[in-house]
C-alpha cells in the first residue's frame, strides 16, 4: 500500500513547527524566558493557525521577484530625474516627514520581528514574525533607496537616524516605537502585529502611499505597490495573533483588551502627524483627515471589533474621543508646526485661500469657527512682516510627548490639561488617553526622554534655539522655517521655469 | 558611433546622506549597501527600559563582552542588502528546484535501495533541527547584537537556516513518498538516538547563552564549521551508492556554508583584531565551542563512518580556519 500523501497544510507543518522540539537539556523556561511575565496564557501553542503558508523557498522567490521590478522603477526613476515630476516642490516635505519620522520605525519593527521570532515559544508564529522581521528591513531599506534620491536635490532628508533620535516631534514616533519594544512580546505583538499593522495601517501607511500617487511621486508609490502584498501578510498575523490569545484562555481577555485601548490611543497621537500632512501638506489631496478616519476607523474599525465581540473584546476605550478630535487635530497639529517652523526639518506654508476653501468644506463644523479665523489672521501677520513665531518652548505630554496644543473634547477653545503626581513630582498629559496610559505604568513614563526636558537639563548642545538645531545637525535657513523663499522652493522654480521654457 | 539619447543633466546638491558622507570621509557617491546598512540602527536617547530586560537599553554595546570602538567596522563582504540577498537565494534556490526535479524524475533516491534509505533517514535527516536550532540563534543575534552591518546579515543567515532546514525535510518527503513518515523517525532520532544528543546537547546550551558574541563565535564556528561540515562534507562517505545523489539535493548547502563563511569570519576577524582583550576573549569562545562541537559530533562520525575521523577532520579544519582569522587556540 502506498502511503499516505500529505495534504498541504500538514506538508506546511512538517516544514515549519514539525522542526521544533521539547528541549530537555535546557528547561524550556531558560530557552524561552520572557513569555510568561506579562501573565497571558497559551495552554496549547499547537492550536495556532497558520496566517499564510510560505516556505523560505517561494519567499526568496517571490520577493526577489519583487525586488527585481521595484530596483527597475526606482532606476529609471533617477535617470529620467523623476522628483522634477511631482506635483509641487511643497510635496517633497511629505517624503522627509516619512524618512525621518516613519522608516526608523520600520528597523523597529524589523528588530522587534526577530525577538518575537526568537522568543515565543510557538514556532508557528516565530516563523510569520521572522518573515516580517524580513519585510521591515526590507521597507526601510528600500525606503532609504527611494528617498536617497530625493536627498541628492533637497533639503532635510540627510540626516534622518541622526534627527530620529533627537529632534523634538520625531520622539513622538520614536518613542512609541521604543513602548512597544520595550514591552514584552506578546503586548508588542498586540501593538504592532494588531494596533498599528491591522487596525490603523490604513491610517498611516497608505495614506502615505496614496498621497504619493495623487502627487505623482512615481518612485514612492511604486514602492508602496510592491510593499502591499507584505502588508496583507502583516495583517493577518495582527489579526491571528489577537484570537490566539483570545481563544487560549479567558484570563487573556482583560490584559489584552488594556493593550488594546493603550495601543489604540498611542497610535491615535502618532497619526496626528499623518493628519496634517493629508490635509495640509498633500499639494494634492486625496482626502481629508476626518474622512480617512470615518472610512478606516469608523466604519472598518467598527466591523472588526464587531467581528472580534465574541471573544468579549470592546471597542478601543476613548474611540468616541478620537473621533470627535477628528474635528481638529491636523488643523492644531499644522499650527503647531507653523509657529515652530523654526525648529522643524521639514517647511511649512501658509495654506492659500482655494486650500482654506477645500478645508472649509470639508470641515464643515468646525474649520470656519475656529480655525480658518487664526490662518487668516497669521497670513495678515506674513503680510505686514510679523510672521509668527513662538519663541517659547513647548510642554510636551509625557505619554505621547506632543506639545500641549490639543483640546477639550467638546470645547476646542480650550487646550487640555492633566496631571498625575508620583513621588513628588507632577507629570503632564494632553488627554485622559494619555494620563490612563501612564497611571497603569508609572514607572515606564517617568523613563520619557522629553525633548524639551532634556534641553532645559542642557543634554542637547545648548541653551539657545541655534545650539540646540545645531545639535539636531539642521541646516539653519535649508532644512527649516517657510518653504516660500527656501532653497527648496528656488530649486523647484527653476526647474519649473526651465519646463516652461522648453514647452514654448 | 553610439546611439545618444539625450536626457536632462540636473546636478546634485549632494551625492548621500550626512552619515554616509562622514563614514566616506567626504560627499561621494554611496553605494546601496552603504546606505541601506550605516547607522540606521538608534544608537542614543532611548526612552524606556525594556520590561524583560531592564538592565540594559533595547540597543546596548554591553550585551556582550567584546568591545568594538565602531560597529560598523564588521561589513558584509558579499554587500547585502534586502535584494540583492533575495535575489542571490533566489537564484540558488533555482538550482534547488532543477536539482529535486532531476532526482526524482529518475527516482534516484528510490533506487538506492533501503538500507541507504534507512540510513539516510537517520543520519542527514536528523540536521533539519539542527538547522532550526541555528535559525533561533541567528534570530537572536539580529535582535540582541548591536550595529546593523552585523545584525542585518543575520536574519539572512537565519532564514537561510530555516531554508536549509525545509530543502533536509523535502529530501525525507522524497523518501518517505510525500507521508512524512522519514521526518516523524528523523525527529525521534534526534530525540533519543545516542549519535544526536551531543549534537541536540550543544545547540540546546548555545540557547541560553546570554552573550551575544560569543553566540555568533559559537554558532559560526562551532555549530556551522564543525557539525554541519561533519555531516554535509566529511561525512559523506555514509551515502554510499547515493553519495552523488545527496551532494546535489545539498548543493545549497556547499554553496551557502561557502559564501557564508566568507561574511563570518570577517566578522570575527575583525572583532577579535580590534584588541587584545577581544582576541583573548574571542580566541578562548571559539576554542571552547570548536572543542565543544568536537566532542558533541564524535558519535555522530562513529555512526556516519564508523569512526571518530569526521569529527576530528571538521574540528581540525575549524581550528585552522581559526587560526587563519588571527585567533589564538
Ligand atoms: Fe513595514
Ligand atoms: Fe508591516
Ligand atoms: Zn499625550
Redesign the pocket.
Known sequence: MAPKKLGLKQRYAHMTRGLDWETTYQPMDAVFPYDTFEGIKIKDWSAWEDPFRLTMDSYWKFQAEKERKLYAVLDAFAQNNGQTGVSDGRYINVVKLFLTGVSPL?YQ?HRGFAFTGRHLRGAGPRIACQM?SL??LR?LQTQIHTISHYNKFFDGIGEFPHMHDRVWYLSVPKSFFDDARAAGPFEFMIAIGFA??YLL?NLL?VPFMSGAAYNGDMSTVTFGFS?QS??SR??TLGIEVIKFLLEQHPDNLPIVQKWVDKWFWRGFRVLGLVAMMMDYMLPKKVMSWKEAWEIYFTEAGGSLFQDLERYGLKVPKYADVATEAAEHISHQNWAVFYQYSHAAAFHTWMPDKEHLDWLSEKYPNTFDKYYRPRWEMWAEMEKEGKRFYNPSLPQLCQVCQIPMAYTEPGDPTKIAFRCTEVAGETYHFCSDGCKDIFDAEPEKYIQSWLPVHQIFQGNCGGATVPDVLNWYRMNVGADNMDYVGSPDDRLWSEWHAAKTREAV | MSVQIKTIDLEPKRQTFGHIARRLGGDKPATRYQEATLDVQATANFHYKPLWEPEYWLYDTRKTAVVMEDWYKPLDPRQFYYGTYNIARANMQQAVDRNFAFVEERDLLGKAGEAVKARLISGLLPIRHLHWGSNMNMAEICQRGYGTAVTAPCIFSAADQLGMAQIVSRIGLVLDGQSGSSLDAAKEAWLTAPAWQGARRLIEDSFVERDWFRLFVAQTLGVNAVLLDLVYRHGEAAWGTAGLTVAMLTEFMADWRAEEGKWSDVVVKTVAAESPENLALVSQWAKEWIDRAEEAGRPLSVDLVGDESAATAAADAARTRARGLGLTL
Do not use: V
Open positions: 520600520e519593527a516580517q519585510d521591515e521597507h498599528f499593522e495601517t501607511f510593499a507584505d502588508e502583516h495583517m
